[in-house]
Protein backbone atom coordinates (compact mmCIF):
# COMPACT_ATOMS: atom_id res chain seq x y z
CA UNK A 1 0.00 0.00 0.00
CA UNK A 2 1.04 3.11 -0.74
CA UNK A 3 1.00 6.16 2.06
CA UNK A 4 -1.77 8.84 1.04
CA UNK A 5 -0.68 11.96 -0.15
CA UNK A 6 -1.54 15.14 1.34
CA UNK A 7 -2.68 17.07 -1.11
CA UNK A 8 -0.95 20.87 -0.80
CA UNK A 9 -3.07 24.12 -0.73
CA UNK A 10 -3.37 24.94 -4.36
CA UNK A 11 -4.49 21.40 -5.17
CA UNK A 12 -7.64 21.69 -2.61
CA UNK A 13 -8.40 25.21 -3.86
CA UNK A 14 -9.07 23.52 -7.34
CA UNK A 15 -10.16 19.91 -6.52
CA UNK A 16 -11.02 19.59 -2.46
CA UNK A 17 -15.03 18.89 -2.31
CA UNK A 18 -15.79 18.08 -6.67
CA UNK A 19 -15.40 15.07 -8.91
CA UNK A 20 -16.49 14.86 -12.30
CA UNK A 21 -20.60 14.67 -12.22
CA UNK A 22 -21.38 11.25 -11.85
CA UNK A 23 -24.34 11.41 -14.23
CA UNK A 24 -22.97 13.66 -17.11
CA UNK A 25 -19.52 13.45 -16.73
CA UNK A 26 -19.01 17.06 -16.52
CA UNK A 27 -15.82 18.37 -15.01
CA UNK A 28 -17.03 21.58 -14.00
CA UNK A 29 -19.39 21.78 -10.57
CA UNK A 30 -22.79 21.59 -12.06
CA UNK A 31 -25.32 24.26 -10.95
CA UNK A 32 -27.98 22.12 -9.28
CA UNK A 33 -30.54 24.70 -10.18
CA UNK A 34 -33.28 22.51 -8.09
CA UNK A 35 -35.61 23.12 -4.77
CA UNK A 36 -35.63 19.74 -3.98
CA UNK A 37 -34.33 16.24 -4.81
CA UNK A 38 -36.73 12.98 -5.71
CA UNK A 39 -36.85 10.42 -2.72
CA UNK A 40 -35.68 7.19 -3.50
CA UNK A 41 -38.80 5.50 -1.66
CA UNK A 42 -40.84 5.85 1.69
CA UNK A 43 -38.17 4.42 3.93
CA UNK A 44 -35.48 6.45 2.65
CA UNK A 45 -37.38 9.59 3.06
CA UNK A 46 -38.20 8.60 6.15
CA UNK A 47 -34.66 7.91 7.01
CA UNK A 48 -33.80 11.38 5.78
CA UNK A 49 -35.82 12.83 7.50
CA UNK A 50 -34.85 11.11 11.07
CA UNK A 51 -30.86 12.67 10.32
CA UNK A 52 -29.92 8.45 9.83
CA UNK A 53 -28.77 8.79 6.48
CA UNK A 54 -27.69 11.91 4.85
CA UNK A 55 -28.88 13.51 1.48
CA UNK A 56 -30.34 16.31 -0.23
CA UNK A 57 -34.36 16.65 0.67
CA UNK A 58 -34.91 20.55 -0.33
CA UNK A 59 -32.17 23.36 -1.11
CA UNK A 60 -33.12 25.17 1.92
CA UNK A 61 -30.98 22.92 3.94
CA UNK A 62 -28.39 21.32 1.59
CA UNK A 63 -27.62 21.27 -2.48
CA UNK A 64 -25.01 19.19 -4.53
CA UNK A 65 -23.28 22.66 -5.51
CA UNK A 66 -23.53 24.39 -1.82
CA UNK A 67 -22.02 21.01 -0.63
CA UNK A 68 -18.87 21.02 -2.91
CA UNK A 69 -18.38 24.60 -1.82
CA UNK A 70 -18.92 23.66 1.94
CA UNK A 71 -16.10 20.88 1.66
CA UNK A 72 -13.82 23.11 -0.22
CA UNK A 73 -13.95 25.70 2.86
CA UNK A 74 -13.39 23.28 5.27
CA UNK A 75 -10.83 21.64 3.56
CA UNK A 76 -8.72 24.92 2.82
CA UNK A 77 -9.10 25.63 6.74
CA UNK A 78 -8.47 22.52 8.20
CA UNK A 79 -11.68 22.25 9.46
CA UNK A 80 -14.21 19.13 10.05
CA UNK A 81 -16.95 20.07 8.21
CA UNK A 82 -18.47 23.79 6.43
CA UNK A 83 -22.01 25.01 5.86
CA UNK A 84 -22.13 27.81 3.34
CA UNK A 85 -25.17 30.19 3.71
CA UNK A 86 -26.30 33.48 2.13
CA UNK A 87 -24.06 36.17 3.48
CA UNK A 88 -21.09 36.18 6.06
CA UNK A 89 -24.09 38.16 8.37
CA UNK A 90 -26.12 34.92 8.01
CA UNK A 91 -23.36 32.96 8.86
CA UNK A 92 -22.87 35.21 12.31
CA UNK A 93 -26.19 34.45 13.11
CA UNK A 94 -26.83 30.85 12.82
CA UNK A 95 -23.24 30.33 14.97
CA UNK A 96 -24.93 32.68 17.71
CA UNK A 97 -28.11 30.65 17.46
CA UNK A 98 -27.24 27.05 17.92
CA UNK A 99 -24.24 28.64 21.09
CA UNK A 100 -26.99 31.21 22.76
CA UNK A 101 -30.24 31.48 24.63
CA UNK A 102 -32.10 34.21 25.68
CA UNK A 103 -29.80 35.71 28.03
CA UNK A 104 -26.73 35.28 27.51
CA UNK A 105 -23.34 37.20 26.65
CA UNK A 106 -20.67 36.80 24.69
CA UNK A 107 -17.48 39.57 24.32
CA UNK A 108 -16.14 40.56 20.68
CA UNK A 109 -13.44 42.80 19.70
CA UNK A 110 -14.29 46.36 19.18
CA UNK A 111 -12.40 46.13 16.20
CA UNK A 112 -14.90 44.62 13.62
CA UNK A 113 -16.31 45.23 10.14
CA UNK A 114 -18.98 47.78 11.02
CA UNK A 115 -22.20 45.85 10.08
CA UNK A 116 -21.04 43.20 12.69
CA UNK A 117 -21.29 45.77 15.63
CA UNK A 118 -24.24 46.87 14.56
CA UNK A 119 -25.36 43.24 14.03
CA UNK A 120 -23.95 42.52 17.62
CA UNK A 121 -25.22 45.72 19.34
CA UNK A 122 -28.68 46.07 17.97
CA UNK A 123 -30.16 43.10 16.26
CA UNK A 124 -29.27 40.68 19.02
CA UNK A 125 -30.30 42.61 21.45
CA UNK A 126 -33.74 41.63 19.98
CA UNK A 127 -32.77 37.80 20.69
CA UNK A 128 -32.26 38.65 24.22
CA UNK A 129 -27.99 37.91 23.27
CA UNK A 130 -26.00 40.53 24.66
CA UNK A 131 -22.30 41.98 23.09
CA UNK A 132 -19.75 42.66 25.86
CA UNK A 133 -16.68 44.42 23.89
CA UNK A 134 -13.05 44.07 24.15
CA UNK A 135 -9.59 45.46 22.66
CA UNK A 136 -8.54 43.13 19.85
CA UNK A 137 -4.90 44.48 20.53
CA UNK A 138 -5.25 43.61 24.24
CA UNK A 139 -5.62 39.70 25.48
CA UNK A 140 -6.35 40.56 28.97
CA UNK A 141 -8.96 42.97 28.02
CA UNK A 142 -11.39 39.74 26.88
CA UNK A 143 -10.16 38.07 30.28
CA UNK A 144 -12.01 40.89 32.23
CA UNK A 145 -14.66 41.40 30.19
CA UNK A 146 -16.02 37.58 31.24
CA UNK A 147 -18.74 37.00 33.21
CA UNK A 148 -20.81 33.69 34.36
CA UNK A 149 -23.01 34.40 31.44
CA UNK A 150 -20.29 34.45 28.58
CA UNK A 151 -20.97 31.58 26.19
CA UNK A 152 -18.53 32.65 23.07
CA UNK A 153 -15.27 35.41 22.34
CA UNK A 154 -15.61 36.38 18.66
CA UNK A 155 -12.61 38.09 17.00
CA UNK A 156 -11.42 39.07 13.14
CA UNK A 157 -8.13 37.38 12.18
CA UNK A 158 -6.88 40.75 10.35
CA UNK A 159 -9.36 43.56 11.67
CA UNK A 160 -11.15 45.43 9.08
CA UNK A 161 -10.66 48.34 8.53
CA UNK A 162 -7.10 49.59 10.65
CA UNK A 163 -4.96 46.99 9.22
CA UNK A 164 -4.62 45.04 12.52
CA UNK A 165 -3.32 41.61 13.10
CA UNK A 166 -4.56 39.75 15.92
CA UNK A 167 -3.23 37.80 18.43
CA UNK A 168 -5.21 34.83 18.06
CA UNK A 169 -3.36 32.52 19.74
CA UNK A 170 -2.96 35.43 23.12
CA UNK A 171 -7.05 35.89 22.44
CA UNK A 172 -7.94 31.78 22.21
CA UNK A 173 -6.05 30.96 25.66
CA UNK A 174 -8.73 33.36 27.27
CA UNK A 175 -11.25 31.57 25.59
CA UNK A 176 -9.80 27.97 26.43
CA UNK A 177 -9.45 29.48 30.32
CA UNK A 178 -13.07 30.34 30.33
CA UNK A 179 -14.03 27.03 28.61
CA UNK A 180 -15.67 29.40 25.92
CA UNK A 181 -15.47 28.55 21.95
CA UNK A 182 -13.02 31.37 20.04
CA UNK A 183 -14.94 32.13 16.83
CA UNK A 184 -13.07 33.58 14.26
CA UNK A 185 -13.86 35.92 11.14
CA UNK A 186 -11.79 34.85 8.87
CA UNK A 187 -12.74 37.38 6.00
CA UNK A 188 -9.74 39.92 5.70
CA UNK A 189 -7.32 37.00 5.24
CA UNK A 190 -8.89 34.03 3.83
CA UNK A 191 -7.11 30.54 4.86
CA UNK A 192 -4.39 31.57 2.29
CA UNK A 193 -2.70 33.95 4.94
CA UNK A 194 -3.36 32.50 7.96
CA UNK A 195 -5.13 28.97 9.11
CA UNK A 196 -7.21 30.20 12.63
CA UNK A 197 -7.28 26.52 13.66
CA UNK A 198 -3.73 26.25 13.85
CA UNK A 199 -3.52 28.79 16.35
CA UNK A 200 -6.70 27.85 18.74
CA UNK A 201 -10.06 28.76 16.79
CA UNK A 202 -13.19 26.29 17.28
CA UNK A 203 -15.37 28.40 15.23
CA UNK A 204 -14.51 30.06 11.87
CA UNK A 205 -16.72 32.57 9.98
CA UNK A 206 -16.30 33.88 6.42
CA UNK A 207 -17.81 36.10 4.30
CA UNK A 208 -17.39 34.80 1.17
CA UNK A 209 -18.44 38.09 -0.75
CA UNK A 210 -14.54 39.48 -0.68
CA UNK A 211 -11.43 37.66 -1.41
CA UNK A 212 -12.65 34.00 -1.12
CA UNK A 213 -15.23 34.73 -4.35
CA UNK A 214 -13.12 37.32 -4.97
CA UNK A 215 -14.80 39.25 -8.47
CA UNK A 216 -17.42 41.28 -6.41
CA UNK A 217 -20.65 39.52 -7.99
CA UNK A 218 -21.89 37.20 -5.23
CA UNK A 219 -23.13 37.64 -1.48
CA UNK A 220 -22.36 34.62 0.38
CA UNK A 221 -20.87 33.60 4.26
CA UNK A 222 -20.00 29.97 5.49
CA UNK A 223 -19.07 28.43 8.95
CA UNK A 224 -16.52 26.16 9.23
CA UNK A 225 -16.80 23.64 12.69
CA UNK A 226 -13.27 22.90 13.70
CA UNK A 227 -13.90 20.13 15.60
CA UNK A 228 -12.05 21.00 18.55
CA UNK A 229 -14.76 21.95 21.19
CA UNK A 230 -15.80 19.39 23.97
CA UNK A 231 -19.31 20.44 23.84
CA UNK A 232 -20.54 17.19 25.97
CA UNK A 233 -17.52 18.07 28.84
CA UNK A 234 -19.00 21.76 28.59
CA UNK A 235 -22.86 21.19 28.49
CA UNK A 236 -23.54 25.10 28.58
CA UNK A 237 -24.55 24.56 25.32
CA UNK A 238 -27.95 23.30 25.43
CA UNK A 239 -28.46 23.11 21.61
CA UNK A 240 -25.28 20.57 21.27
CA UNK A 241 -25.45 18.43 24.61
CA UNK A 242 -29.30 17.96 25.19
CA UNK A 243 -31.52 15.94 22.94
CA UNK A 244 -33.07 18.16 20.13
CA UNK A 245 -37.16 17.92 20.29
CA UNK A 246 -37.43 18.48 16.97
CA UNK A 247 -35.22 15.96 16.28
CA UNK A 248 -36.77 12.87 18.01
CA UNK A 249 -34.55 13.53 21.19
CA UNK A 250 -30.79 12.93 19.30
CA UNK A 251 -28.42 14.70 20.81
CA UNK A 252 -25.82 16.79 18.24
CA UNK A 253 -22.81 16.13 20.24
CA UNK A 254 -23.25 12.49 20.85
CA UNK A 255 -24.73 11.61 17.30
CA UNK A 256 -22.25 13.53 15.10
CA UNK A 257 -19.12 13.77 17.19
CA UNK A 258 -16.64 16.47 16.28
CA UNK A 259 -18.88 17.84 13.03
CA UNK A 260 -21.59 18.18 15.46
CA UNK A 261 -21.28 21.81 15.26
CA UNK A 262 -21.90 22.42 11.83
CA UNK A 263 -24.53 19.77 11.52
CA UNK A 264 -26.41 21.89 14.33
CA UNK A 265 -25.83 25.18 12.44
CA UNK A 266 -27.54 23.25 9.08
CA UNK A 267 -30.31 20.98 10.39
CA UNK A 268 -31.26 23.24 13.45
CA UNK A 269 -30.31 27.05 12.87
CA UNK A 270 -30.42 27.18 8.80
CA UNK A 271 -33.43 25.42 8.47
CA UNK A 272 -35.14 27.09 10.86
CA UNK A 273 -33.79 30.70 9.82
CA UNK A 274 -33.21 30.25 6.41
CA UNK A 275 -30.46 32.94 5.08
CA UNK A 276 -29.33 29.42 2.38
CA UNK A 277 -27.42 30.13 -0.43
CA UNK A 278 -28.43 30.24 -4.15
CA UNK A 279 -26.71 27.41 -6.21
CA UNK A 280 -25.73 29.95 -8.70
CA UNK A 281 -23.71 32.51 -6.45
CA UNK A 282 -22.36 29.32 -4.44
CA UNK A 283 -21.30 27.94 -8.20
CA UNK A 284 -19.90 31.52 -8.81
CA UNK A 285 -17.43 31.10 -5.58
CA UNK A 286 -16.39 28.23 -6.05
CA UNK A 287 -14.98 29.49 -9.48
CA UNK A 288 -13.05 32.22 -7.38
CA UNK A 289 -11.63 30.28 -5.07
CA UNK A 290 -10.03 28.00 -7.61
CA UNK A 291 -7.58 31.35 -8.16
CA UNK A 292 -7.52 32.23 -4.61
CA UNK A 293 -3.57 31.48 -3.58
CA UNK A 294 -3.09 33.25 -7.10
CA UNK A 295 -4.84 36.36 -6.77
CA UNK A 296 -4.43 36.51 -2.58
CA UNK A 297 -0.63 36.70 -3.54
CA UNK A 298 -0.95 39.08 -6.21
CA UNK A 299 -3.28 41.07 -3.82
CA UNK A 300 -0.58 41.04 -1.15
CA UNK A 301 2.46 42.06 -3.26
CA UNK A 302 0.20 44.93 -5.00
CA UNK A 303 -0.84 46.47 -1.64
CA UNK A 304 3.01 46.17 0.02
CA UNK A 305 4.04 48.23 -3.24
CA UNK A 306 1.03 50.47 -3.00
CA UNK A 307 1.83 51.24 0.63
CA UNK A 308 5.13 51.45 0.52
CA UNK A 309 4.82 54.38 -2.58
CA UNK A 310 2.02 56.19 -0.14
CA UNK A 311 4.72 56.22 2.83
CA UNK A 312 6.46 58.45 0.92
CA UNK A 313 4.04 60.61 -0.22
CA UNK A 314 4.23 64.40 0.58
CA UNK A 315 0.43 64.74 1.29
CA UNK A 316 0.08 61.58 3.38
CA UNK A 317 0.28 61.93 7.06
CA UNK A 318 0.36 58.09 7.53
CA UNK A 319 0.12 54.33 6.21
CA UNK A 320 -1.28 51.50 8.82
CA UNK A 321 -0.38 48.51 6.89
CA UNK A 322 1.15 45.60 8.42
CA UNK A 323 3.14 44.30 6.17
CA UNK A 324 5.36 48.09 6.14
CA UNK A 325 8.74 47.77 8.25
CA UNK A 326 8.19 49.37 11.48
CA UNK A 327 4.54 48.73 11.44
CA UNK A 328 3.26 47.98 14.93
CA UNK A 329 1.56 44.69 13.88
CA UNK A 330 4.63 43.26 11.40
CA UNK A 331 5.91 41.25 14.28
CA UNK A 332 2.66 39.46 14.49
CA UNK A 333 1.82 39.74 10.73
CA UNK A 334 5.25 37.71 10.23
CA UNK A 335 3.34 35.02 12.70
CA UNK A 336 0.12 34.99 11.30
CA UNK A 337 0.82 35.31 8.03
CA UNK A 338 3.82 35.41 6.50
CA UNK A 339 2.91 35.65 2.90
CA UNK A 340 1.42 38.72 2.75
CA UNK A 341 -0.68 41.09 5.52
CA UNK A 342 -3.74 41.09 3.29
CA UNK A 343 -4.97 43.78 1.06
CA UNK A 344 -6.79 46.30 2.77
CA UNK A 345 -5.57 49.04 4.57
CA UNK A 346 -5.72 52.41 5.77
CA UNK A 347 -4.12 55.65 5.27
CA UNK A 348 -4.47 59.45 6.72
CA UNK A 349 -3.73 62.43 4.36
CA UNK A 350 -2.75 66.03 5.60
CA UNK A 351 -5.47 67.79 4.40
CA UNK A 352 -7.89 66.08 6.73
CA UNK A 353 -11.82 65.52 5.50
CA UNK A 354 -11.50 67.82 2.05
CA UNK A 355 -8.19 66.08 1.07
CA UNK A 356 -10.61 62.79 1.33
CA UNK A 357 -13.02 63.93 -0.31
CA UNK A 358 -11.25 65.15 -2.82
CA UNK A 359 -9.19 62.15 -3.20
CA UNK A 360 -11.87 60.02 -3.83
CA UNK A 361 -13.47 62.18 -6.47
CA UNK A 362 -10.65 62.35 -9.10
CA UNK A 363 -9.74 58.61 -9.01
CA UNK A 364 -9.91 57.38 -12.32
CA UNK A 365 -9.09 53.24 -12.13
CA UNK A 366 -10.21 53.18 -8.86
CA UNK A 367 -13.74 52.69 -7.72
CA UNK A 368 -15.34 54.80 -5.14
CA UNK A 369 -17.74 52.56 -3.34
CA UNK A 370 -18.34 50.27 0.27
CA UNK A 371 -16.70 46.78 -0.60
CA UNK A 372 -13.36 45.15 -0.36
CA UNK A 373 -12.26 41.68 -2.36
CA UNK A 374 -12.83 42.54 -5.23
CA UNK A 375 -10.28 42.09 -8.65
CA UNK A 376 -11.11 45.79 -9.07
CA UNK A 377 -9.06 48.49 -6.85
CA UNK A 378 -11.59 49.68 -4.23
CA UNK A 379 -11.39 52.99 -2.11
CA UNK A 380 -13.83 54.75 0.32
CA UNK A 381 -13.43 57.52 2.39
CA UNK A 382 -15.18 56.03 5.56
CA UNK A 383 -15.99 59.66 7.46
CA UNK A 384 -18.19 61.05 4.46
CA UNK A 385 -19.57 57.33 3.69
CA UNK A 386 -19.83 54.23 5.96
CA UNK A 387 -19.17 56.38 9.67
CA UNK A 388 -20.92 59.22 8.70
CA UNK A 389 -23.52 58.96 11.06
CA UNK A 390 -21.08 58.32 14.06
CA UNK A 391 -19.40 61.50 16.37
CA UNK A 392 -16.31 62.55 15.87
CA UNK A 393 -14.73 60.08 18.64
CA UNK A 394 -16.50 57.59 17.81
CA UNK A 395 -14.53 58.03 14.40
CA UNK A 396 -11.54 58.16 15.57
CA UNK A 397 -11.95 55.04 18.25
CA UNK A 398 -12.80 52.99 14.89
CA UNK A 399 -9.89 54.10 13.39
CA UNK A 400 -12.12 56.37 10.60
CA UNK A 401 -11.18 59.69 11.25
CA UNK A 402 -11.97 62.87 8.87
CA UNK A 403 -8.34 62.58 6.96
CA UNK A 404 -8.93 58.98 6.57
CA UNK A 405 -8.75 56.95 3.30
CA UNK A 406 -9.20 52.91 2.91
CA UNK A 407 -7.94 51.05 0.24
CA UNK A 408 -8.88 47.71 -1.19
CA UNK A 409 -6.10 46.95 -3.59
CA UNK A 410 -7.15 44.68 -6.86
CA UNK A 411 -5.16 42.55 -9.20
CA UNK A 412 -4.44 45.65 -12.13
CA UNK A 413 -0.81 46.42 -13.06
CA UNK A 414 0.48 48.01 -9.83
CA UNK A 415 2.55 50.78 -11.98
CA UNK A 416 -1.54 51.59 -13.26
CA UNK A 417 -2.54 51.43 -9.42
CA UNK A 418 -0.20 53.78 -7.92
CA UNK A 419 -0.48 56.32 -11.17
CA UNK A 420 -4.08 56.50 -10.33
CA UNK A 421 -3.30 57.81 -7.11
CA UNK A 422 -0.39 59.83 -7.77
CA UNK A 423 -2.62 62.11 -10.25
CA UNK A 424 -5.67 62.18 -7.61
CA UNK A 425 -3.33 63.10 -5.37
CA UNK A 426 -2.15 65.59 -7.56
CA UNK A 427 -5.46 67.01 -7.65
CA UNK A 428 -5.12 67.28 -3.60
C1 LIG B 1 -18.28 41.96 4.61
C2 LIG B 1 -17.90 41.40 5.92
C3 LIG B 1 -18.84 40.74 6.72
C4 LIG B 1 -20.29 40.60 6.32
O1 LIG B 1 -20.42 39.79 5.20
P1 LIG B 1 -21.63 39.91 4.13
O2 LIG B 1 -21.31 38.84 3.15
O3 LIG B 1 -21.59 41.29 3.57
O4 LIG B 1 -22.88 39.65 4.92
C5 LIG B 1 -18.41 40.21 7.92
N1 LIG B 1 -17.12 40.33 8.33
C6 LIG B 1 -16.20 40.95 7.58
C7 LIG B 1 -14.80 41.05 8.07
C8 LIG B 1 -16.55 41.52 6.36
O5 LIG B 1 -15.62 42.15 5.62
Request: glycine share 8%; with cysteine; hydrophobic share 45%.
Amino acid sequence: MTTERKPGFNTLAIHAGAQPDPATGARATPIYQTTSFVFDDVEHAAALFNLEVFGNIYSRIMNPTQAVLEERIAALEGGTAGLAVASGHAAQALVFHVLLDPGDEFIAARQLYGGSINQFTHSFKKFDWHVRWADTTDAASFRAALTPKTKAIFIESIANPGGIITDIAAISAVAKEAGVPLIVDNTLATPYLTRPIEHGADIIVHSLTKFLGGHGNSIGGAIVDCGTFDWLKSKRYPTMSSPSPSYHGITFAETFGNFAFAIAARVFSLRDLGPAISPFNAFLILTGIETLPLRMQRHCDNTLAVAKWLSKHPKVAWVNYAGLPGNEFRALAERYCPKGAGAVFTFGLKGGYEAGIALVSNVKLFSHLANIGDTKSLIIHPASTTHRQLTDEQRTRAGAGAEVVRLSVGLEDVDDIIADLDQALAAV
